[in-house]
Protein backbone atom coordinates (compact mmCIF):
# COMPACT_ATOMS: atom_id res chain seq x y z
CA UNK A 1 0.00 0.00 0.00
CA UNK A 2 1.34 3.57 -1.05
CA UNK A 3 1.98 5.01 2.45
CA UNK A 4 0.70 8.33 1.10
CA UNK A 5 -2.84 7.08 0.87
CA UNK A 6 -2.76 6.61 4.39
CA UNK A 7 -1.69 10.33 5.45
CA UNK A 8 -5.69 11.48 4.60
CA UNK A 9 -6.47 9.05 7.08
CA UNK A 10 -3.75 9.08 9.82
CA UNK A 11 -4.81 13.06 9.91
CA UNK A 12 -7.98 12.15 10.39
CA UNK A 13 -7.61 9.80 13.55
CA UNK A 14 -5.42 13.12 15.05
CA UNK A 15 -8.16 15.51 14.56
CA UNK A 16 -10.86 12.98 16.11
CA UNK A 17 -8.82 12.13 19.09
CA UNK A 18 -7.69 15.87 19.23
CA UNK A 19 -11.39 16.94 19.33
CA UNK A 20 -12.45 13.77 21.84
CA UNK A 21 -9.78 14.94 24.17
CA UNK A 22 -10.71 18.64 23.82
CA UNK A 23 -14.31 17.67 24.32
CA UNK A 24 -13.45 15.10 27.40
CA UNK A 25 -11.24 17.87 29.18
CA UNK A 26 -13.55 20.40 29.45
CA UNK A 27 -16.43 18.48 30.48
CA UNK A 28 -14.31 16.28 33.01
CA UNK A 29 -12.41 19.84 34.05
CA UNK A 30 -16.07 21.37 35.05
CA UNK A 31 -17.41 18.39 36.53
CA UNK A 32 -13.91 17.79 39.08
CA UNK A 33 -13.96 21.88 39.68
CA UNK A 34 -17.72 21.64 40.76
CA UNK A 35 -16.55 19.21 43.40
CA UNK A 36 -13.30 20.91 44.26
CA UNK A 37 -15.25 24.81 44.76
CA UNK A 38 -18.36 23.24 46.59
CA UNK A 39 -16.54 21.11 48.99
CA UNK A 40 -14.17 23.85 49.34
CA UNK A 41 -17.23 26.10 50.10
CA UNK A 42 -18.07 22.88 52.53
CA UNK A 43 -14.92 23.53 54.36
CA UNK A 44 -13.12 20.73 53.00
CA UNK A 45 -9.74 20.76 51.47
CA UNK A 46 -8.51 19.62 48.55
CA UNK A 47 -4.96 17.85 48.23
CA UNK A 48 -5.10 17.14 44.56
CA UNK A 49 -6.52 18.33 41.29
CA UNK A 50 -5.08 16.39 38.57
CA UNK A 51 -6.85 16.56 34.53
CA UNK A 52 -5.52 13.39 33.37
CA UNK A 53 -4.34 10.31 35.15
CA UNK A 54 -0.62 8.62 35.06
CA UNK A 55 2.65 10.33 34.72
CA UNK A 56 2.01 14.20 36.16
CA UNK A 57 3.46 16.42 33.16
CA UNK A 58 2.74 19.70 34.91
CA UNK A 59 2.15 20.49 38.66
CA UNK A 60 1.47 23.66 41.11
CA UNK A 61 0.56 24.04 44.49
CA UNK A 62 -1.58 26.54 45.72
CA UNK A 63 -1.68 28.80 49.06
CA UNK A 64 -4.68 26.57 50.44
CA UNK A 65 -1.97 23.58 49.87
CA UNK A 66 -4.42 21.98 46.96
CA UNK A 67 -1.97 20.42 43.97
CA UNK A 68 -3.11 21.23 40.41
CA UNK A 69 -1.82 18.88 37.96
CA UNK A 70 -2.00 17.59 34.22
CA UNK A 71 -1.31 14.13 33.60
CA UNK A 72 -0.18 12.19 30.72
CA UNK A 73 -3.41 10.46 29.66
CA UNK A 74 -6.08 13.14 28.92
CA UNK A 75 -8.79 10.63 29.42
CA UNK A 76 -10.23 11.70 32.79
CA UNK A 77 -9.55 13.45 35.98
CA UNK A 78 -10.36 13.52 39.80
CA UNK A 79 -10.07 15.67 42.87
CA UNK A 80 -8.19 14.12 45.99
CA UNK A 81 -9.58 15.47 49.13
CA UNK A 82 -8.09 15.08 52.40
CA UNK A 83 -8.25 12.59 54.14
CA UNK A 84 -9.30 10.26 50.83
CA UNK A 85 -7.57 7.10 51.03
CA UNK A 86 -7.11 7.50 46.64
CA UNK A 87 -8.60 9.29 43.58
CA UNK A 88 -11.88 7.24 44.37
CA UNK A 89 -12.65 8.16 47.64
CA UNK A 90 -12.32 5.25 50.16
CA UNK A 91 -10.71 6.50 53.99
CA UNK A 92 -7.31 6.81 54.75
CA UNK A 93 -7.37 5.23 58.07
CA UNK A 94 -4.00 6.15 59.39
CA UNK A 95 -3.85 9.76 57.87
CA UNK A 96 -7.46 10.10 59.38
CA UNK A 97 -6.06 8.61 62.83
CA UNK A 98 -3.68 11.52 63.51
CA UNK A 99 -6.07 14.54 63.48
CA UNK A 100 -7.73 16.66 65.29
CA UNK A 101 -10.72 17.04 65.47
CA UNK A 102 -10.25 20.57 63.74
CA UNK A 103 -8.72 18.86 61.09
CA UNK A 104 -10.97 15.84 60.47
CA UNK A 105 -13.74 18.68 59.46
CA UNK A 106 -11.64 19.43 56.83
CA UNK A 107 -11.83 15.66 55.49
CA UNK A 108 -14.47 14.49 53.11
CA UNK A 109 -14.78 11.55 55.85
CA UNK A 110 -15.05 14.05 58.55
CA UNK A 111 -17.05 16.74 57.17
CA UNK A 112 -21.02 17.02 58.08
CA UNK A 113 -22.98 14.67 56.05
CA UNK A 114 -24.64 17.83 54.03
CA UNK A 115 -21.55 19.03 53.34
CA UNK A 116 -20.46 15.96 51.88
CA UNK A 117 -23.54 14.83 49.79
CA UNK A 118 -23.33 19.17 48.32
CA UNK A 119 -19.68 18.16 47.08
CA UNK A 120 -20.42 14.89 45.44
CA UNK A 121 -23.76 16.30 44.08
CA UNK A 122 -21.87 19.61 42.38
CA UNK A 123 -20.26 17.40 39.68
CA UNK A 124 -23.23 16.44 37.87
CA UNK A 125 -24.99 19.93 38.61
CA UNK A 126 -21.60 21.74 37.71
CA UNK A 127 -22.44 19.90 34.38
CA UNK A 128 -26.12 20.72 33.77
CA UNK A 129 -25.28 24.67 34.45
CA UNK A 130 -22.55 24.17 31.43
CA UNK A 131 -24.80 22.43 28.74
CA UNK A 132 -27.33 25.43 29.59
CA UNK A 133 -24.90 28.21 29.76
CA UNK A 134 -23.66 27.06 26.14
CA UNK A 135 -26.74 26.42 25.18
CA UNK A 136 -28.11 29.57 25.99
CA UNK A 137 -25.07 31.38 24.52
CA UNK A 138 -26.03 29.31 21.26
CA UNK A 139 -29.41 30.53 21.37
CA UNK A 140 -28.39 33.87 21.89
CA UNK A 141 -25.84 33.99 19.19
CA UNK A 142 -28.22 32.63 16.57
CA UNK A 143 -31.19 34.05 17.20
CA UNK A 144 -34.94 33.31 17.67
CA UNK A 145 -36.55 33.27 14.16
CA UNK A 146 -38.53 36.86 13.89
CA UNK A 147 -42.62 37.01 13.86
CA UNK A 148 -44.24 37.49 10.42
CA UNK A 149 -41.75 35.08 9.13
CA UNK A 150 -39.33 36.80 7.56
CA UNK A 151 -36.66 35.53 4.36
CA UNK A 152 -32.88 35.92 5.94
CA UNK A 153 -30.37 34.59 3.55
CA UNK A 154 -31.10 32.00 0.25
CA UNK A 155 -30.24 28.84 0.16
CA UNK A 156 -28.52 27.97 -3.34
CA UNK A 157 -30.72 25.51 -4.98
CA UNK A 158 -31.41 24.52 -8.55
CA UNK A 159 -35.17 25.59 -8.93
CA UNK A 160 -37.15 28.68 -9.49
CA UNK A 161 -36.10 31.29 -6.73
CA UNK A 162 -38.04 34.45 -6.89
CA UNK A 163 -37.81 35.47 -3.31
CA UNK A 164 -35.20 38.23 -1.86
CA UNK A 165 -33.62 38.76 1.24
CA UNK A 166 -35.80 40.98 3.43
CA UNK A 167 -39.11 39.56 1.86
CA UNK A 168 -41.79 39.10 4.69
CA UNK A 169 -43.84 36.03 3.89
CA UNK A 170 -47.59 37.17 4.00
CA UNK A 171 -49.23 34.15 2.61
CA UNK A 172 -48.04 30.63 0.80
CA UNK A 173 -50.51 29.66 -2.03
CA UNK A 174 -52.98 32.05 -0.66
CA UNK A 175 -52.53 30.87 3.11
CA UNK A 176 -51.63 33.01 6.09
CA UNK A 177 -48.47 30.86 7.66
CA UNK A 178 -48.95 30.37 11.75
CA UNK A 179 -46.33 31.61 14.28
CA UNK A 180 -42.87 29.42 13.12
CA UNK A 181 -42.28 28.81 16.55
CA UNK A 182 -46.10 26.90 17.22
CA UNK A 183 -44.05 23.91 15.58
CA UNK A 184 -47.67 21.33 15.15
CA UNK A 185 -49.66 24.64 13.84
CA UNK A 186 -46.44 25.33 11.40
CA UNK A 187 -45.99 21.44 9.97
CA UNK A 188 -49.80 20.99 9.52
CA UNK A 189 -49.94 24.00 7.84
CA UNK A 190 -47.13 22.72 5.58
CA UNK A 191 -48.76 19.29 5.28
CA UNK A 192 -51.97 20.69 3.79
CA UNK A 193 -49.76 22.99 0.65
CA UNK A 194 -49.92 21.48 -2.52
CA UNK A 195 -47.17 19.02 -3.43
CA UNK A 196 -45.99 20.88 -6.26
CA UNK A 197 -42.24 22.13 -7.09
CA UNK A 198 -43.38 25.71 -7.18
CA UNK A 199 -45.41 27.37 -5.28
CA UNK A 200 -46.82 30.69 -4.89
CA UNK A 201 -45.52 33.59 -2.40
CA UNK A 202 -47.28 36.43 -1.48
CA UNK A 203 -44.58 38.77 0.15
CA UNK A 204 -44.17 42.25 1.60
CA UNK A 205 -41.26 44.02 -0.31
CA UNK A 206 -40.30 47.69 0.05
CA UNK A 207 -43.72 48.75 1.32
CA UNK A 208 -45.73 46.89 -1.48
CA UNK A 209 -47.45 43.54 -1.66
CA UNK A 210 -45.99 40.94 -4.46
CA UNK A 211 -46.43 37.59 -5.79
CA UNK A 212 -43.76 35.85 -6.61
CA UNK A 213 -42.54 32.04 -7.76
CA UNK A 214 -40.28 29.90 -5.20
CA UNK A 215 -39.33 26.14 -4.26
CA UNK A 216 -41.26 23.95 -2.01
CA UNK A 217 -40.91 25.30 1.35
CA UNK A 218 -38.70 22.32 2.32
CA UNK A 219 -36.99 20.70 -0.20
CA UNK A 220 -34.83 17.76 -0.42
CA UNK A 221 -31.75 19.72 1.20
CA UNK A 222 -29.16 18.99 3.80
CA UNK A 223 -29.11 21.59 6.25
CA UNK A 224 -26.87 19.20 8.61
CA UNK A 225 -25.55 16.04 7.84
CA UNK A 226 -25.82 13.47 10.80
CA UNK A 227 -22.26 12.40 12.04
CA UNK A 228 -21.57 8.60 11.46
CA UNK A 229 -24.34 8.17 9.01
CA UNK A 230 -25.05 6.71 5.87
CA UNK A 231 -25.22 10.26 4.45
CA UNK A 232 -21.80 11.14 5.78
CA UNK A 233 -20.30 7.85 4.85
CA UNK A 234 -20.89 8.65 1.37
CA UNK A 235 -19.70 12.22 1.49
CA UNK A 236 -22.93 14.73 1.49
CA UNK A 237 -22.16 17.78 2.67
CA UNK A 238 -24.39 20.63 4.30
CA UNK A 239 -26.08 22.43 1.52
CA UNK A 240 -26.50 19.65 -0.50
CA UNK A 241 -30.05 18.91 -2.79
CA UNK A 242 -31.07 15.51 -3.57
CA UNK A 243 -32.83 15.98 -7.50
CA UNK A 244 -33.03 11.91 -7.53
CA UNK A 245 -33.74 8.85 -6.17
CA UNK A 246 -32.83 6.04 -8.38
CA UNK A 247 -34.33 7.85 -10.92
CA UNK A 248 -37.09 9.39 -9.52
CA UNK A 249 -37.31 12.96 -9.34
CA UNK A 250 -38.57 14.55 -5.85
CA UNK A 251 -38.86 18.36 -5.02
CA UNK A 252 -39.49 18.33 -1.17
CA UNK A 253 -37.91 16.46 1.44
CA UNK A 254 -40.65 14.38 3.02
CA UNK A 255 -40.85 12.36 -0.87
CA UNK A 256 -37.00 12.02 0.14
CA UNK A 257 -38.19 10.68 3.95
CA UNK A 258 -40.72 8.22 2.27
CA UNK A 259 -38.22 7.20 -0.36
CA UNK A 260 -35.70 6.28 2.49
CA UNK A 261 -38.41 4.77 4.84
CA UNK A 262 -39.47 2.53 2.39
CA UNK A 263 -36.24 0.95 1.05
CA UNK A 264 -35.85 -1.30 4.01
CA UNK A 265 -32.29 -1.02 4.04
CA UNK A 266 -31.68 -1.30 -0.23
CA UNK A 267 -28.74 0.58 -1.78
CA UNK A 268 -30.55 3.82 -3.11
CA UNK A 269 -28.79 6.15 -6.15
CA UNK A 270 -29.04 9.50 -5.38
CA UNK A 271 -28.34 12.14 -7.68
CA UNK A 272 -27.39 15.22 -5.36
CA UNK A 273 -26.83 18.73 -6.87
CA UNK A 274 -23.71 20.59 -5.06
CA UNK A 275 -22.65 24.48 -6.36
CA UNK A 276 -23.76 23.92 -9.35
CA UNK A 277 -22.45 20.41 -10.47
CA UNK A 278 -24.89 17.05 -10.20
CA UNK A 279 -22.59 14.02 -8.61
CA UNK A 280 -24.38 10.90 -7.85
CA UNK A 281 -23.77 9.08 -5.38
CA UNK A 282 -25.01 5.46 -3.67
CA UNK A 283 -26.37 4.87 -0.17
CA UNK A 284 -27.65 2.37 2.06
CA UNK A 285 -30.14 3.39 4.69
CA UNK A 286 -29.56 2.67 8.38
CA UNK A 287 -32.39 1.05 10.98
CA UNK A 288 -32.78 3.39 13.67
CA UNK A 289 -34.53 3.70 16.45
CA UNK A 290 -36.49 6.89 17.00
CA UNK A 291 -38.40 8.59 19.86
CA UNK A 292 -41.81 9.44 19.33
CA UNK A 293 -43.62 12.04 20.85
CA UNK A 294 -45.09 9.72 23.92
CA UNK A 295 -41.97 8.48 24.22
CA UNK A 296 -41.60 5.13 22.88
CA UNK A 297 -39.32 4.23 19.70
CA UNK A 298 -39.93 2.93 16.03
CA UNK A 299 -37.76 1.44 14.08
CA UNK A 300 -37.14 3.41 10.94
CA UNK A 301 -34.43 3.92 7.69
CA UNK A 302 -32.36 6.91 7.78
CA UNK A 303 -29.49 8.62 5.85
CA UNK A 304 -28.77 10.84 8.21
CA UNK A 305 -29.32 14.57 6.74
CA UNK A 306 -31.47 17.25 8.82
CA UNK A 307 -34.17 18.93 7.12
CA UNK A 308 -34.16 22.88 5.98
CA UNK A 309 -36.19 25.57 4.12
CA UNK A 310 -34.88 27.00 1.42
CA UNK A 311 -33.82 30.42 3.04
CA UNK A 312 -32.43 30.61 6.64
CA UNK A 313 -35.05 32.75 8.28
CA UNK A 314 -34.22 36.32 9.66
CA UNK A 315 -33.59 36.15 13.35
CA UNK A 316 -33.59 38.72 16.35
CA UNK A 317 -32.07 38.53 19.69
CA UNK A 318 -34.29 37.03 22.55
CA UNK A 319 -34.22 38.39 25.74
CA UNK A 320 -31.42 36.55 28.47
CA UNK A 321 -34.54 34.78 30.53
CA UNK A 322 -36.07 33.47 26.99
CA UNK A 323 -32.58 31.64 25.74
CA UNK A 324 -32.19 30.30 29.32
CA UNK A 325 -35.83 29.16 29.49
CA UNK A 326 -34.89 27.16 26.55
CA UNK A 327 -31.80 26.09 27.44
CA UNK A 328 -33.24 24.29 30.17
CA UNK A 329 -35.93 23.32 28.00
CA UNK A 330 -33.56 21.75 26.17
CA UNK A 331 -31.10 20.27 28.77
CA UNK A 332 -34.45 18.33 30.14
CA UNK A 333 -35.00 17.03 26.50
CA UNK A 334 -31.90 15.62 26.32
CA UNK A 335 -32.11 14.26 30.00
CA UNK A 336 -35.82 12.64 28.97
CA UNK A 337 -34.57 10.91 25.47
CA UNK A 338 -31.21 9.32 27.51
CA UNK A 339 -33.11 7.73 30.05
CA UNK A 340 -36.29 6.43 27.85
CA UNK A 341 -33.23 5.37 25.33
CA UNK A 342 -31.83 3.29 27.84
CA UNK A 343 -34.70 2.27 29.62
CA UNK A 344 -35.88 0.80 26.42
CA UNK A 345 -32.41 -0.89 25.57
CA UNK A 346 -32.83 -2.30 29.31
CA UNK A 347 -35.94 -3.64 28.29
CA UNK A 348 -35.45 -4.79 24.66
CA UNK A 349 -37.67 -2.54 22.86
CA UNK A 350 -34.76 -1.43 21.03
CA UNK A 351 -31.39 -2.57 19.90
CA UNK A 352 -28.38 -2.24 22.35
CA UNK A 353 -26.69 -1.06 19.47
CA UNK A 354 -27.88 2.58 20.47
CA UNK A 355 -25.22 2.88 23.23
CA UNK A 356 -21.90 4.28 22.03
CA UNK A 357 -18.47 4.14 23.57
CA UNK A 358 -15.52 6.02 23.79
CA UNK A 359 -15.17 5.08 19.78
CA UNK A 360 -18.30 6.32 18.89
CA UNK A 361 -18.20 9.33 21.08
CA UNK A 362 -14.67 10.31 19.61
CA UNK A 363 -15.64 9.36 15.67
CA UNK A 364 -18.43 11.73 16.28
CA UNK A 365 -16.48 14.53 18.57
CA UNK A 366 -14.29 14.54 15.13
CA UNK A 367 -17.09 15.30 13.15
CA UNK A 368 -19.05 17.54 15.03
CA UNK A 369 -15.65 19.49 15.22
CA UNK A 370 -15.40 19.07 11.23
CA UNK A 371 -18.67 20.90 10.95
CA UNK A 372 -17.70 23.70 12.71
CA UNK A 373 -17.07 25.37 16.26
CA UNK A 374 -20.52 26.23 16.66
CA UNK A 375 -21.75 22.50 15.79
CA UNK A 376 -18.49 21.40 18.01
CA UNK A 377 -19.44 23.66 21.49
CA UNK A 378 -23.29 22.32 20.38
CA UNK A 379 -21.59 18.66 21.46
CA UNK A 380 -19.60 19.81 24.34
CA UNK A 381 -23.00 20.53 25.96
CA UNK A 382 -24.99 17.51 24.71
CA UNK A 383 -22.25 15.40 25.87
CA UNK A 384 -21.43 17.16 29.50
CA UNK A 385 -25.37 16.63 30.24
CA UNK A 386 -24.95 12.86 29.26
CA UNK A 387 -21.98 12.62 31.27
CA UNK A 388 -24.07 14.69 34.49
CA UNK A 389 -26.67 12.14 34.16
CA UNK A 390 -24.87 9.06 34.09
CA UNK A 391 -22.70 10.06 37.24
CA UNK A 392 -26.23 10.21 39.09
CA UNK A 393 -26.79 6.46 38.19
CA UNK A 394 -27.25 5.07 42.20
CA UNK A 395 -24.29 2.68 41.38
CA UNK A 396 -21.49 2.61 43.85
CA UNK A 397 -18.16 4.18 42.71
CA UNK A 398 -20.52 7.15 40.94
CA UNK A 399 -21.41 10.02 42.08
CA UNK A 400 -24.90 8.68 42.67
CA UNK A 401 -24.06 6.03 44.85
CA UNK A 402 -21.80 8.04 46.94
CA UNK A 403 -25.62 9.94 47.19
CA UNK A 404 -27.00 6.47 48.22
CA UNK A 405 -24.99 5.97 50.91
CA UNK A 406 -25.53 9.68 52.04
CA UNK A 407 -29.33 9.03 52.09
CA UNK A 408 -28.78 5.46 54.00
CA UNK A 409 -26.68 7.72 56.65
CA UNK A 410 -29.38 10.26 57.03
CA UNK A 411 -31.92 7.66 57.55
CA UNK A 412 -30.47 5.12 59.74
CA UNK A 413 -28.10 7.89 61.58
CA UNK A 414 -24.54 6.16 60.53
CA UNK A 415 -22.92 5.12 57.69
CA UNK A 416 -22.52 1.88 56.07
CA UNK A 417 -20.04 -0.11 57.63
CA UNK A 418 -16.22 -0.12 55.92
CA UNK A 419 -16.51 -3.73 54.83
CA UNK A 420 -20.03 -2.98 53.13
CA UNK A 421 -18.44 0.39 51.26
CA UNK A 422 -15.77 -2.14 50.35
CA UNK A 423 -17.83 -4.24 48.64
CA UNK A 424 -20.37 -1.89 47.10
CA UNK A 425 -17.75 -0.27 45.55
CA UNK A 426 -16.45 -3.48 43.94
CA UNK A 427 -19.41 -4.26 42.82
CA UNK A 428 -20.35 -0.88 41.27
CA UNK A 429 -16.37 -0.99 39.63
CA UNK A 430 -16.93 -4.12 38.06
CA UNK A 431 -20.15 -2.49 36.46
CA UNK A 432 -18.96 0.12 35.33
CA UNK A 433 -15.98 -2.03 33.75
CA UNK A 434 -18.34 -4.12 32.39
CA UNK A 435 -20.62 -1.58 30.78
CA UNK A 436 -17.43 0.36 29.53
CA UNK A 437 -16.56 -3.20 27.61
CA UNK A 438 -19.98 -3.65 26.37
CA UNK A 439 -20.56 -0.29 24.91
CA UNK A 440 -16.88 -0.66 23.24
CA UNK A 441 -17.79 -3.69 21.67
CA UNK A 442 -20.31 -2.15 20.42
CA UNK A 443 -18.48 0.37 18.78
CA UNK A 444 -16.36 -2.44 17.25
CA UNK A 445 -19.49 -4.95 16.42
CA UNK A 446 -22.58 -2.93 15.63
CA UNK A 447 -23.35 -1.35 12.22
Known amino acids: MDIVTLI ?15 ALSVIVAVHEYGHYIVGRWSGIDADV ?17 TKWQFALLPFGG ?46 PVFNFIMSILIFSGIFLARGVVSEPLTVGEL ?13 VIAQIEGRAPPAFDDGVSFDSFLLNLPEQPVLDYTVQRNGAEQVVEGPYV ?3 LASQIIPLSAADDAGMRAGDVIQSIDGDPIFAFDQLKQKVESSEGAPLALEVWRDGEVLNLTLEPRRTDEPQPDNSFRAVYRIG ?7 EPATETPGVFEALGGAVSQTGRIIEGSISGLWHMVTGAISTCNLSGPIGIAETSGAMASQGTSNFIWFIAVLSTA ?15 HLCFFAYEAVSGRPPSDRALKV ?15 ALSNDIFCP
Not at 59 to 64: A, E, H
Not at 424 to 438: E, Q, R, Y
Open 155 to 167: RPLPSVQELEPGD
Open 305 to 311: IAAGMFF
Open 424 to 438: LMSIGLTLVLGLMVF
Open 8 to 22: PQFGGLIWTLLAFVV
Open 49 to 65: FSLGFGPVLFSRVDRRG
Open 387 to 401: VGLLNLFPVPVLDGG
Open 218 to 220: YPP
Open 78 to 123: YVKFKGDDNASGGKDEAAMAGLSEAERRRTMNGAPLWARAATVAAG
